[in-house]
């Protein structure tokens, strides 16, 4: 069956880092999108960053650009991101997410766009 987990989460202080991992199976990883969405208590889930299939597409949120980087190995359906100088506010739980494109240069910024989702990984940035 498809499985979407994320590990990497934990308790960093401010300005630290983390790396996120999504291992993907039960489905083809390369004819997916990835995306990695984040949720705080209280909160909408929101987007954080996006990359295409083919990974020569990506695109952020205002809030991480320039801090996180989103990365993909098709080798070992894998997607990261890579979230450097943490803010408090980063803290959230951080779901990745699969939808499906025809084309490989394609990505999704919308939740309901995605097919599949993680159970999520807490990610708490102390101050």
């Known amino acids: 069956q498809v499985q979407l987990v994320e590990s990497g989460g934990g308790l960093v202080q401010a300005g630290g880092s983390l790396r996120l991992s999504c291992a993907a199976s039960?489905?083809?990883?390369?004819?997916?999108?990835m995306g990695w969405f984040r949720q705080a208590p209280g909160k909408e889930r929101e987007f954080v960053a996006a990359?295409?299939?083919?990974?020569?597409?990506?695109y952020y949120a205002d809030s991480v650009k320039g801090r996180f980087t989103i990365s993909r190995d098709n080798a070992k359906n894998t997607v990261y991101l890579q979230m450097n100088s943490l803010k408090p506010e980063d803290t959230a739980v951080y779901y990745c997410?699969?939808?499906?494109?025809?084309?490989?240069?394609?990505?999704?910024?919308?939740?309901?766009?995605?097919?599949?989702w993680g159970q999520g990984t807490q990610v708490t940035v102390s101050s």
């Open positions: 997410a699969a939808g499906f494109v025809y084309d490989g240069s394609y990505y999704y910024t919308l939740p309901n766009d995605y097919d599949y």
């Open positions: 990359i295409s299939w083919s990974g020569a597409s990506t």
């Open positions: 039960g489905f083809t990883f390369s004819n997916y999108a």
